[in-house]
């Protein structure tokens, strides 16, 4: 079975941290789904971050799941504290809209 190749548009104006998300290159997609894995942006990127959601159920009105960053090679520390944060994760839903 084939993974599911594609690209992630964002709204005009957006600033997002994911540029390579956008990627139409066949060899190096945007975004990929493999099963129930779906990752935004480029696997192993170094200067970008990758966003990894499992999608967890899906119905007539969408699906839904958890997601984790994945930042490539940066840190986040906390300004006040200097400790190390841990990668950003929680859950989504992705809602289908009628035109």
Not at 38 to 54: I, K
Not at 64 to 90: C, F, N, R, Y
Not at 92 to 99: S, W
Request: a negative charge.
């Amino acid at each position: 079975m084939r993974d599911l190749i594609g690209w992630l548009e964002t709204l005009e104006g957006d600033s997002t941290g994911r540029p390579d998300a956008g990627s139409r290159d066949a060899k190096n997609p945007g975004v990929v789904l493999a099963g129930n894995h779906l990752r935004l942006g480029q696997s192993g990127a170094l200067d970008a971050q990758t966003e990894h959601l499992m999608i967890t159920a899906v119905g007539p009105e969408g699906f839904w799941g958890w997601w984790k960053a994945e930042p490539g090679g940066e840190i986040s520390v906390d300004s006040g504290t200097q400790h190390v944060l841990p990668d950003p994760a929680g859950y989504f839903c992705a809602l289908r809209v009628q035109p």
